[in-house]
């Protein structure tokens, strides 16, 4: 498995609408999209910089695991993504190192983008995201 690119950088708000406005309007970031993540339980807004994104996660339910993760950590940096070729390749590539990923089979969002995390007890306490960019 060969990484492409850093995809996005995610950040857990406890207000995505007061969470833009420091993006926004502190840094300059226009926002490339929003996203409700039904699944998930998120609303998520995208920041394009250079060639990634900045992605702002706010929980929409008490129970999601971005909500627990708020309750327990704060808001802050949540995950690394990493953009791959094949997510079956790179999830079959970790299984054979006997690397920990959180979900066995990868999920799809919306737009077709399949992705899964590997487990932060995996990566030396960083959850990292694979995506597989829709082509």
Known sequence: MTPIKIDHIAVVVDDLDSALKFWQEALGLPIGGKEHNEHEEVEIAFLPIGEGRVELLQPIT???????????????????????ESIDSALADLADKG????QPAPRTREDGTRYAFVHPKATGGVMVELYEMVK
């Open 62 to 84: 008490e129970t999601s695991g971005i909500a627990k993760y708020l309750a327990k950590r704060g808001p802050g940096m949540h995950h690394l993504c990493l953009a791959v």
């Open 99 to 102: 690397i920990e990923i959180i």
